[in-house]
C-alpha cells in the first residue's frame, strides 16, 4: 500500500470512503486533466493518433483486468471478444442501419454474453485450466470470423462507414483523429471511472475475494458462481465496446487484428501495469502501446552502427516484447504501478530513507 | 478403404509426433507445477538448432542428433534456471506469463536469426511409399510413428526403472517429502526441464522432416493443448492416447468433412472435455481445502 496515505487523519464516513484524501492528490488529478484536454493542440496527427489507440487499449486492458487481475480469472480470448465486439458493432450498425451508438450498446451487450458462455468453464474450473479453455474459445471465435461468409461477406474482411452519431459526422482527414479524441477521451474516462467504482461495491468486493481464496468465500457467503459469471460478463463488456470503437475507428475490420497475439497483448498490458489496479491498467496500456514506436525510433537512431536492429525490425519487436514481460514479472511482478508508488514514497520521505 | 488406411497413417503420424510434444508438457507439469505455454517454441527451436548442425555446420547425422540434444538440454536447464526458478511461489497467472513472455523471445529469436522463409533440409527419414491394403503409405509417416513409439516406450522406461525417473515421479507426488527423502528438487526441476526440451527437439525434427523447418513449427506446439487436456495435465500415458486421438480426429475431420474444420475442431474437443471432465482420462483430480 502507498504510505502517502497514512497520516490522514479520517472525521467522517464520506471522508474515509473518498477515492482522494490529500491535496496533492487532487493537484495532480487537476493536472492530468488540464494534459488530457491540452493534447490535441500539441500533438501532430500522428501521435494522437497514438494516443487514440491507447484510449482503446485503456478501455480493454482495463476490463481484462476486471478479470484477470481482480478477480484471478486467466483469459486468453480478449481477442476473440474484441473481435466479438467488433464485427457485431459493424455488422449492426452497417448492415442492419441501426443508429451507431446503438449498434455499440448492443455490441457490448452480445460481447458480455458470449464471455459468459465461455466463462462456463470457469464455473469448475480455475488457473491452469481455465486459461486453456479461454485459448480455446480464441481459437474458435477466430475460426468463426474467417469462415461464416454471411458473417463476414468471406475472408474475415470488412468495411465500416464513417462513424456517424445521430447526423453529426466525423470530419476528413485534418479532423479526424481530433474529433475521434475527444469520444475516446470520455468513453475511457468513464470506463477508467466505472471500473474503479465497481470495487467500492458489494459485487466488485466479491470478486476479490475469488481471487483471494475462493472456498473461503464461499464459507462466508459470496455466491461464487454468480461472482465469476458476472465478472466474465462485465469484462467482456468493456472488452466489447473496446472491439468496437476498434471498428469505427479504423473503419476496415479484418480477422488479423484479433489473433492471440492481441490476447497475449493485453496481457502483457496488464502485467507490465500491475494485476489488480485500475491505475495499472492504464499505465500498462500506454508502455505497450508506445513500445514498438520507441523501438522504432530507436533503431532509426542505432541503424548505421548495429545495422542488425534496424534489419530485423519485427523479429527485435518481439524479442524485446518477450523481454519485457518476463523481466517484469521476475523484478517487479506488481508493475509500473507499484514503480510509480515507490517514487510517491521515496519524495515523500525524503531525506529518509523510510 | 485404402483413403481410410492412408488417413490412418497420417493421422497416426501426426498423432505420435503430438504425444511426443505433449510428453514435455507433462512432465514439467507434473515435476514443478508449470505450464508451459513455450513448449511450441521448444519444437521451434529444436528444429532450427538441428537444422544448423545438420545443414549449416555439415555435421553427419550422428553429430547432429547429438548437437541437438546437446544444445537442447542446455536450453532447458538454462530457462528453468533464469526464468522459472525466480518465479517459484508467484501465482499461476504470473508463471503462465512467464512462459508466454519466454514463447515470444524465442520465436523472435528464431525469426531474426533464421528469417520467416522455410528451410529445406536433406531427408533424415527414408522416402517412397509402401502399399498397404491397397493404400498407398509414405514411410516416412510409419518411421515417424516407429520413431516416437521408441522414445515414448524408452521415457516410459525411464520413468519405471531408472534412479532419476523414480525421484521424479516422488517429485511429483509430493515435493516435501521428496526432499526429506534426499531427492534434490532443483536437480530434479532442471531435468524435467531439459527432458522436455528433449521431447520437444524430436517432435520438432520430425515435424522439420514431413514438412519443412518454419515458424509453423511453434503453431502446431500449440495443438499440445487439446491433447493434455483429452488425456490429463499429469498422465504420461495419457499424452500418447491424447495425442493418437486428436492426430486421428484432425486427418479423419480434414480428410472427411472439411480441412478448413479440422484447424479447430482440437479446440471444439477441449472445450467439451472441460465442460463434462475437466481433469481429462487420466488425470488426477485434485481436492482442494482450505
Same mark, same amino acid.
Given at each position: ?15 474515509e470512503?473518498?477515492?482522494r ?15 488530457l ?11 494522437l ?14 476490463g ?6 481482480y478477480?484471478?480469472?486467466i ?14 458493432s ?11 451508438p446503438?449498434?455499440?450498446l448492443?455490441?457490448?451487450l ?25 485459448l ?13 461468409d ?7 474482411y470488412?468495411?465500416?462507414?464513417r ?20 469520444i ?10 466505472t ?24 464459507a462466508?457467503?459470496?455466491n461464487?458462481?454468480?461472482?465469476k459469471?458476472? =465478472?466474465?460478463? *462485465?469484462?467482456? /463488456?468493456?472488452?466489447?465496446? @473496446? %472491439? $468496437? ?7 476496415? &475490420? ?5 489473433t492471440l ?6 496481457? =502483457?498490458?496488464? *502485467?507490465?501495469? /500491475?494485476?489488480?489496479?485500475? @491505475? %495499472? $491498467?492504464v499505465?500498462?496500456?500506454?508502455f505497450?502501446? &508506445? ?11 542505432l ?12 523479429a ?10 518476463? &523481466? ?27 | 478403404?485404402?483413403?481410410f ?5 497420417y ?9 511426443l510434444?505433449?510428453l ?9 507445477g508449470?505450464i ?5 517454441e521448444?519444437l ?5 538448432m538441428f ?8 555435421l553427419?547425422?550422428?553429430?547432429a ?17 533464469l ?12 508463471i503462465?506469463?512467464v512462459?508466454i513472455?519466454?514463447?515470444s ?8 536469426f ?6 529445406r533440409?536433406p ?8 502399399d498397404i ?31 532419476h ?41 520430425l515435424?522439420g ?52 474444420l ?29
Amino acid at each position: 500500500m502507498a504510505a502517502t496515505a497514512t497520516g490522514i487523519h479520517h472525521r467522517s464516513y464520506s471522508s474515509e470512503l473518498r477515492l482522494r484524501a490529500t491535496r496533492a492528490e487532487y493537484v495532480r488529478l487537476g493536472l492530468l486533466t488540464l494534459l488530457l484536454l491540452l493534447l490535441p493542440f500539441i500533438l501532430d496527427n500522428y501521435w494522437l493518433s497514438q494516443a487514440n489507440l491507447i484510449l482503446i487499449a485503456v478501455i480493454g486492458a482495463v476490463g481484462l483486468n476486471i478479470l484477470v487481475g481482480y478477480t484471478g480469472q486467466i483469459s486468453l480470448g480478449q481477442g476473440g471478444f474484441l473481435a466479438v465486439g467488433a464485427y457485431s458493432s459493424a455488422i449492426l450498425s452497417d448492415r442492419m442501419g441501426l443508429p451507431t451508438p446503438i449498434a455499440i450498446l448492443l455490441a457490448v451487450l452480445l460481447t458480455a454474453a458470449v464471455g459468459t458462455f465461455f466463462g462456463l468453464p470457469g464455473l469448475r474450473l480455475k488457473g491452469l485450466y481455465l486459461a486453456i479453455a479461454t485459448l480455446a474459445s480464441q481459437m474458435i471465435i477466430e475460426f468463426v470470423i474467417r469462415r461464416w461468409d454471411w458473417l463476414t461477406l468471406g475472408q474475415g474482411y470488412l468495411n465500416i462507414d464513417r462513424l456517424d452519431v445521430f447526423g453529426f459526422q466525423i470530419g476528413g482527414r485534418a479532423v479526424f483523429e481530433q474529433q475521434w479524441y475527444w469520444i475516446l477521451l470520455v468513453l475511457a474516462s468513464l470506463s477508467v471511472i466505472t471500473a474503479r467504482n465497481l470495487f467500492r461495491t458489494g459485487l466488485g468486493r466479491s470478486f476479490m475475494a475469488v481471487r483471494d481464496q475462493d472456498i473461503a468465500a464461499e464459507a462466508i457467503g459470496v455466491n461464487i458462481p454468480r461472482a465469476k459469471l458476472m =465478472a466474465f460478463a *462485465i469484462s467482456s /463488456g468493456f472488452v466489447g465496446l @473496446a %472491439g $468496437a470503437l476498434t471498428a469505427h475507428y479504423s473503419e476496415v &475490420l479484418s480477422w488479423e487484428k484479433f489473433t492471440l497475439d492481441v490476447s497475449i497483448l493485453y496481457l =502483457a498490458m496488464i *502485467i507490465v501495469g /500491475g494485476l489488480g489496479s485500475i @491505475a %495499472g $491498467a492504464v499505465y500498462g496500456a500506454i508502455f505497450m502501446t &508506445l513500445l514498438p514506436e520507441l523501438i522504432r525510433q530507436l533503431s532509426l537512431g542505432l541503424g548505421d552502427s548495429v545495422p542488425f536492429i534496424a534489419d530485423q525490425l519485427p523479429a527485435v519487436r518481439n524479442a524485446v516484447f518477450g523481454l519485457v514481460i518476463i &523481466l517484469f514479472l521476475i523484478l517487479e511482478p506488481r508493475g509500473l504501478d507499484r514503480i510509480w508508488h515507490r517514487i510517491k514514497d521515496y519524495f515523500g520521505f525524503w531525506p529518509f530513507r523510510y | 478403404m485404402s483413403t481410410f488406411i492412408n488417413q490412418l497413417a497420417y493421422g497416426l503420424a501426426d498423432g505420435s509426433i503430438l504425444a511426443l510434444a505433449a510428453l514435455g508438457f507433462v512432465l514439467i507439469y507434473k515435476a514443478t507445477g508449470v505450464i508451459n505455454f513455450a513448449q511450441g517454441e521448444f519444437l521451434l527451436v529444436g528444429a532450427y538448432m538441428f537444422y544448423t548442425a545438420f545443414v549449416v555446420l555439415n555435421l553427419p547425422l550422428v553429430l547432429a542428433v547429438v548437437f541437438g540434444l546437446v544444445v537442447a538440454t542446455l536450453i532447458g536447464v538454462l530457462v528453468e534456471r533464469l526464468i522459472l526458478r525466480p518465479m517459484v511461489g508467484e501465482n499461476p497467472i504470473s508463471i503462465i506469463m512467464v512462459t508466454i513472455g519466454l514463447s515470444s523471445l524465442l520465436n523472435a529469436l528464431v525469426q531474426a536469426f533464421y528469417g520467416t522463409s522455410p528451410r529445406r533440409q536433406p531427408n533424415i527419414l527414408p522416402r517412397g511409399s509402401v502399399d498397404i491394403l491397397g493404400a498407398t503409405v509414405p514411410i516416412n509417416r510409419l518411421a515417424a510413428i516407429a520413431i516416437a513409439a521408441v522414445v515414448l516406450t524408452a521415457f516410459t522406461l525411464f520413468f519405471r526403472k531408472s534412479r532419476h525417473g523414480i525421484a521424479m515421479r516422488a517429485v511429483a507426488d509430493d515435493q516435501q517429502a521428496a526432499m526429506t527423502m534426499g531427492i534434490s528438487v532443483r536437480r530434479i526441476f532442471a531435468l524435467a526441464w531439459a527432458l522436455a526440451a528433449v521431447s520437444a527437439l524430436i517432435a520438432g525434427v520430425l515435424v522439420g522432416d514431413i514438412s519443412a523447418v518454419d515458424q509453423n513449427i511453434a503453431a502446431f506446439g500449440l495443438l499440445v493443448f487439446p491433447v493434455v487436456i483429452l488425456g490429463g495435465l499429469d498422465s504420461v500415458p495419457g499424452t500418447i492416447i491424447g495425442g493418437l486421438t486428436i492426430g486421428l480426429l484432425k486427418q479423419f475431420t480434414a480428410g472427411y468433412l472439411d480441412p478448413g474444420l479440422a484447424t479447430v475442431i482440437p479446440y471444439i474437443v477441449l472445450v467439451l472435455i472441460l465442460l463434462v471432465r475437466p481433469y481429462g482420462i487420466f488425470g488426477e483430480t485434485r481436492i482442494e481445502r482450505v
